[in-house]
Nanobody, 117 residues
Framework: QVQLVESGGGLVQNGGSLRLSCAASGSTSSINVMGWFRQAPGKQRELVAT???????NYADSVKDRFTISRDNTKNTVYLQMNSLKPEDTAVYYC???????????WGQGSQVTVSS
């Protein structure tokens, strides 16, 4: 079992910055993928960014050049630095951890990010 605890959400003005953190505990395995999804009101949940345990990253086109995902494997923690935030980035952000063999995706509790115009 894996537990994911998120922190760092909040309210920020248009153009501002926020940093989300997600700490994993339990049977995380040394080989995994961590990342972030988000869900805005009335919309489907969508991928924001992922990072492998070796540091390979993947971003949604809508956040490229504005958001940066990183991780500290010694702390089993993933971060999402969000810069140049826009009102359309307003959503609940969910941390994920993918384990393999067998595959399973764990979800965090969600953190509200609100960007005011």
């Amino acid at each position: 079992q894996v537990q994911l605890v998120e922190s760092g959400g909040g309210l920020v003005q248009n153009g501002g910055s926020l940093r989300l953190s997600c700490a994993a505990s339990g049977s995380t395995s040394s080989i995994n993928v961590m990342g972030w999804f988000r869900q805005a009101p009335g919309k489907q949940r969508e991928l924001v960014a992922t990072i492998t345990s070796r540091g390979m990253t993947n971003y949604a086109d809508s956040v490229k050049d504005r958001f940066t995902i990183s991780r500290d494997n010694t702390k089993n923690t993933v971060y999402l630095q969000m810069n140049s935030l826009k009102p359309e980035d307003t959503a609940v952000y969910y941390c994920i951890l993918d384990r393999f063999s067998p595959y399973y995706r764990y979800w965090g509790q969600g953190s509200q990010v609100t960007v005011s115009s």
